[in-house]
């Protein structure tokens, strides 16, 4: 399956990188719930590398969902997609289990703070012990006397793969250009609210402005 999206060009390897913690950590037949799981890519590249896994992906798309179910159609019953708007996750119906993993990629961004706040909460109470929340998205930058070395960044990585992840011609103009719709929040940010969770945060992967995070419940 063809990644539906491909924006940038560190997005292939840490999406693998998301999929590869999740495959060998996960036990037997254990369940992971994938929010706003689009057309299913990440759950695809998942079930490649274990096809015992239940998976459970939400999406308030459901054109989006209607795609996942031709794109997973081999792994069966072991998956289960749900339309959901994670705006109102607190409303949303899920199975009744706990989950050794929930994912998220790229669509914390889309939220409203305190939608980020009330779902993180949320996720807490669907983990079992010993279970992770992977939240893969961007982060805001927040040091205006820093900006020039990120602008560093993205230029080498632009170099490096012909492609650019971001750009901007100074942190006024960056800020200008987070729409409504383009909500990142700061590491500071979510890792104060994986802690209120219960969560314990770690920063496990970074490419530029783009995090692969995670939130661990308690054994």
């Known amino acids: 399956m063809q990644d539906p999206v491909e924006r940038h060009p560190t997005r292939a390897e840490q999406l ?46 459901e054109a989006a969902l209607a795609e996942a179910r031709v794109n997973l159609a081999a792994a069966g019953d072991r998956v289960q997609l749900v339309v959901g708007d994670l705006e109102r996750f607190a409303e949303l119906s899920l199975p ?46 927040i040091e205006p006397s820093l900006f020039a070395l990120q602008q560093s960044i993205w230029r080498r990585i632009e170099r490096q793969h012909g492609r650019a992840m971001r750009g901007a011609d100074s942190y006024e103009g960056y800020l200008a250009d987070l729409g409504a719709n383009n909500r990142p929040a700061s590491l500071e940010e979510y890792f104060a609210w994986f802690r209120a969770a219960g969560l314990k945060p770690a920063c496990l992967h970074l490419h530029g402005n783009v995090a692969l995070l995670a939130g661990g419940m308690p054994g």
């Open 16 to 61: 693998d990188i998301l999929a590869t913690l999740v495959a060998d950590a996960a036990g037997p037949a254990a369940a992971v719930l994938d929010l706003g799981c689009g057309k299913g890519y990440v759950l695809h590249l998942l079930l490649a590398r274990r096809p015992d896994l239940r998976v459970v992906g939400v999406d308030r798309s």
């Open 96 to 141: 009744e289990r706990r989950f050794r993993f929930v994912l998220s990629a790229l669509t914390f961004h889309d939220l409203a703070d305190a939608a980020k706040q009330a779902v993180i909460g949320r996720v807490a109470t669907l983990l079992e012990p010993g279970g992770a929340f992977l939240l893969y998205d961007r982060l805001r930058l």
